[in-house]
């Protein structure tokens, strides 16, 4: 399945837009696909309607409609064992913020900072007016409470950087 795994990867890149972001719990993505039967259960459980069928019929997350609450019902739906034991991390992804933010540019905003539960998005006033915008990224969850609300859409849910910085700041 390696080869077909390879080939799904390359043509992914082909087709443009956000990147396919599995269910929170969901193993490894080759192994993922292999598993999955696209029967669809864990999309019609997950009671905040994010679940959508991406490339290929496969489960994504669509962070467009709402936030995950991680309540674990997708995978509690799952019989074909695409998900780890819920004693296992939901995932390593993180919220990034990218230039386009209108909060770094002087424009008031903040609504990402205002949704965010467990204050992960920080704002840090910048001599000469507006702020620098930073994830905290031990403290975001990945939950893409923040991405809906952007007016801008300068949030997206990415895998965690593999760095000793526990802070991504968005670019000036």
Sequence with gaps: MTAVASRRALFARFRGGPPQLRPPW???????????????KCI???PAKILTSGHGGFPIINF???????????????????F??????????????????????????RMC????????????PRLGG??????????????????SVCPVRAISIV??????NQTAEAPT
């Design 64 to 82: 467009a409609k709402d936030h995950c609450t991680f309540c674990r019902a997708c995978a509690d739906a799952c019989e074909a064992g695409c």
């Design 44 to 46: 019609e459980a997950c």
């Design 130 to 147: 507006g702020t620098t915008v930073s994830v905290s990224l031990p403290e975001c969850s990945g939950c893409g409470a923040c991405v």
């Design 84 to 109: 780890a034991p819920s004693t296992a991390p939901a995932w390593d992804l993180r919220a990034a913020i990218s230039n386009a933010c209108i909060e770094a540019k002087g424009v008031t905003c």
């Design 26 to 40: 969901a193993i490894a993505d080759e192994i993922f696909v292999e598993r999955c039967t696209r029967c669809s």
């Design 113 to 124: 900072g205002e949704t965010c539960d467990v204050s992960a998005i920080r704002f840090k």
């Design 159 to 164: 895998p965690t950087p593999q760095s000793s």
